[in-house]
Structures are given as structure tokens and as C-alpha cells.
């Protein structure tokens, strides 16, 4: 019974963990953010969006632009106050989980004469895995002199169907904005 609670809270813990993804941001503490009121899109890192869809491109700049846009940010083609550049990858990964069920060896024998004695016990171990893709998405935001100012990083699973991907894209990446250092504006 003790095995069981600890793997359904693990599942409780662990897997809306990958889901939802994970943010780790990193900022120049002596830059005032409230001063940028432009972003340009300056590209994809290492033309890292040839491994992206034309719609999960899009729904990711979208995203971006809707949370720019509620920070009061406006967001240019070209010449904006700052620069964001964006960098993703993608790796197969495999998650393994054990379940271990254990079976008391209890029954009646000789033990110090006839009663009941506990035997040997049993335990089976069985183990799941299973494959999924990993997705990291870095945005690195330039100030004018293409000193890098802030980073956000955000690891996540990939979901397989496409309306999926649709809810979670930009779920993840206002996940991700809620650490830049300017909040958005009520």
C-alpha cells in the first residue's frame, strides 16, 4: 500500500512537471526593462526552426507577441529597442518508472511446534517505459549594444496532436514571460 501512494504521488508530482514545462530565466539586475517599449524578432538561432511546422513557428511567435504586447511592449519588424532571438531543440528522451509489488509469506507450519509462522515473502518488480519528445526553447532578449539582457528557458514534452500544441504553446510561454522582469499590465 506504501509503494502504491508513493508512485500515484509521484505521478501527482513528476509528471505535470514535464507537461507543463519547466522555466529557469536569468536577467542583468542593474538594466531598467521598463525603458524598452519595442522588440524586433532578430531570427531563429542556427536556423534552429527548420525542425518546427510552419504552425508551431507561428503559434510560438504568436505567444511571444501576445505577452510582449501585454506588457505594454510593441513589437517592429525591425529597428525595436531590443532584439530577441529565439533557439530550440528537440531530443527523444524515455522516462522509466518501477513498480515493485510485494507478497507477505504468511500460512500455518511448524514454527517452535504447530501455529501460525511467517514464511519467505515475494516481490515482483515490473518496469514501464516509455518514449517521448523533449522540447527546450531559449529567447535571449539584446539591448542596443547586442548585450544579452535577459534569457528564458523553457523545457517541456512535446504533445504529439496538434490541438494539443495549440493549448499548450502558448500556456508554456506565458509560463515562461511571468519571469521576465516586467509584469503585464492590467
Not at 5 to 20: D, N
Not at 78 to 94: R, S
Request: charged share 30%; net charge neutral.
Amino acid at each position: 500500500m506504501k509503494n502504491i501512494l508513493c508512485t500515484v504521488a509521484m505521478g501527482l508530482f513528476v509528471i505535470p512537471a514535464l507537461s507543463f514545462g519547466q522555466v529557469k530565466s536569468e536577467y542583468d539586475k542593474n538594466v531598467d526593462f521598463s525603458k524598452y517599449k519595442s522588440i524586433s524578432f532578430a531570427g531563429w538561432e542556427k536556423d534552429s526552426d527548420k525542425i518546427l511546422n510552419v504552425f508551431d513557428k507561428k503559434r510560438i511567435l504568436d505567444a511571444f507577441k501576445a505577452e510582449f504586447l501585454a506588457r505594454d511592449i510593441e513589437v517592429k519588424m525591425m529597428d525595436g529597442d531590443a532584439q530577441i532571438t529565439l533557439y530550440v531543440v528537440v531530443e527523444d528522451k524515455t522516462s522509466t518508472t518501477a513498480y515493485t509489488d510485494y507478497m507477505g509469506g504468511y500460512g500455518y507450519g511448524p514454527r517452535w511446534g504447530w501455529g501460525m509462522g511467517a514464511g519467505m515473502g515475494t516481490s515482483s518488480t515490473t518496469y514501464v517505459q516509455d518514449d517521448y519528445k523533449e522540447g527546450t526553447l531559449v529567447l535571449d532578449m539584446y539591448d542596443e549594444n547586442k548585450k544579452m539582457i535577459w534569457q528564458g528557458v523553457l523545457n517541456t514534452e512535446i504533445k504529439e496532436k496538434p490541438e494539443k500544441r495549440e493549448k499548450s504553446i502558448p500556456k508554456n510561454i506565458r509560463k515562461l514571460m511571468k519571469e521576465y522582469p516586467v509584469t503585464p499590465v492590467k
